[in-house]
């Protein structure tokens, strides 16, 4: 393990330092994980393409000039040299520690679940069995929800509830919806779901649990979206859908936020991301650029792998041919059905992040994603979802090719848990 993250929190090696890993889960937990505080420095929304910009304290989806996602801005220049990494010390270990940027202000806004700070696991026979010895796991399964949309899903019903808004719809994969309609409920706010007929059971059943409106479609997200869309504003629903909500964004750019802690402030060489909506690669590099500018780390950024499936690889393809922009993906099928995204309205944001940061776009197949979770369990012991275990199918393949050196830090994004 290097010197950076023996000091920080959860960070292990499994099966090596499991006492590092209490000892500073209890230094953080001396406080129970809701939050009490608020100190959201948000000033205004902003169009990720043209610029324009619009107030936060009415709800609004995308940019009403050119379509494309809003992103949320801080005063950075205030944070600045006044607001210090230590302060983070005496916060509960979970996403809300960095409130100052995050968009809510009132603490009584926030709907929590108990996002805890995931841990950052240090492979030892993965590593080994690929020549790296530092692979590290960031291990989102521990999130309510069992996945990393409950950090997106937690923002954007917080955000929602700060606003007064009591029906929300989402065209979701399976995930989202799961964890948008737990938290919806946490909030007294109902939920209205749209996802494929053939969403894992798990996803279904629990939108049902939480007393969501659910609608099984035939078809795909983005035909989901499609009836979102057209029927959001007959009946007052505000739209959650990735990226043309403004927030979930923000909910996702903690993961990079807890990397770059973890790692003590000095970010790793590669990071595998499976890729759907990319809100994941989105908020990171957005999160990393927050960072930089309040002072927290330097120009470093690790090189964003894009990991999606043979069988529905748009931003694969984009980034093959060079192009800015995404064009849809026809009859879209994987056993990972995160990845099954044929179309993301954030393509173009995506494609920067991996091309700013010298990054790359893989596709592996099914055969392979069964496979790597059959090895992530048989070596390292952990359970996860097929979209985790893509970054390990990619792995392999980044290896063979020579895109990873051995002396470099590896983090793969194991972004849910098994589900049967
Ligand atoms: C487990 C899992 N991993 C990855 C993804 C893709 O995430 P993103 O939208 O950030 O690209 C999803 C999306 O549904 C998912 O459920």
């Keep these: 393990m290097n010197s950076f993250s023996k000091r920080v929190s959860p960070s292990i090696a499994p099966g090596e330092s499991t006492k590092t890993e209490i000892k500073t889960l209890k230094k953080h937990s001396s406080k129970n994980t809701h939050p009490t505080e608020a100190h959201g420095k948000l000033e205004r929304l902003e169009c990720s393409k043209c610029g324009e910009t619009y107030p936060h304290t009415v709800p609004q989806n995308v940019c009403n000039t050119c379509g494309k996602p809003l992103l949320a801005r801080y005063a950075l220049e205030q944070l600045s040299g006044t607001w210090t990494r230590d302060t983070l010390l005496s916060r509960p270990a979970s996403l809300w520690r960095y409130s100052e940027l995050l968009p809510i202000s009132d603490p009584t806004d926030i709907v929590t679940l108990g996002e805890t700070m995931t841990p950052l696991l240090r492979t030892k026979r993965l590593g080994a069995k690929f020549g790296l010895p530092e ?11 069992g996945s990393f949309k409950a950090r997106g899903l937690a923002m954007a019903v917080s955000k929602a509830k700060s606003l007064g808004l009591t029906q929300l719809a989402i065209p979701s994969a399976g995930n989202a919806a799961t964890a948008l309609s737990v938290y919806a409920a946490a909030a007294g706010i109902t939920a209205h779901i749209f996802m494929p007929q053939d969403t894992p059971a798990f996803n279904k059943e629990t939108c049902h649990l939480a007393g969501a409106n659910v609608t099984l479609i035939d078809g795909l997200i983005n035909d989901a979206g499609r009836i979102v869309a057209e029927r959001k504003a007959r009946e007052g629903w505000f739209d959650v859908s990735t990226l043309k909500e403004p927030y979930r964004v923000e909910g996702k750019k903690t993961m990079g936020f807890e990397l770059a802690e973890q790692f003590g402030w000095e970010l790793p060489d590669v990071i595998i991301y499976p890729t759907g909506g990319g809100t994941g690669i989105v908020g990171m590099w957005k999160g990393f650029a927050e960072l930089e500018a309040i002072g927290w780390i330097d120009k470093k950024r690790p090189r964003f792998i894009s990991v ?20 849809p993906w026809q009859d879209a099928h994987t056993v990972a059905s995160g990845l099954r995204v044929p179309q993301a309205i954030g393509d173009f944001l995506i494609l920067e992040a991996i091309r700013k940061s010298n990054g790359a776009a893989i596709a592996v197949s099914d055969d392979a994603i069964r496979e790597a979770m059959q090895l992530l369990t048989t070596t390292e ?21 020579g895109m990873i050196q051995p002396a470099e830090r590896v983090v793969l994004f194991n972004t849910g848990g098994y589900q049967s």
């Design 381 to 401: 012991g952990l359970l996860t979802c097929p979209e985790g275990a893509a970054t390990v199918a990619a792995l392999k393949q980044l290896v063979a090719n």
């Design 135 to 145: 692979v590290w796991v960031k291990d989102e399964s521990r999130l309510p929800t």
């Design 308 to 327: 999606q499936s043979t069988g529905c690889a748009p931003i694969v393809k984009a980034w093959e041919e060079g192009a800015t922009e995404a064009t």
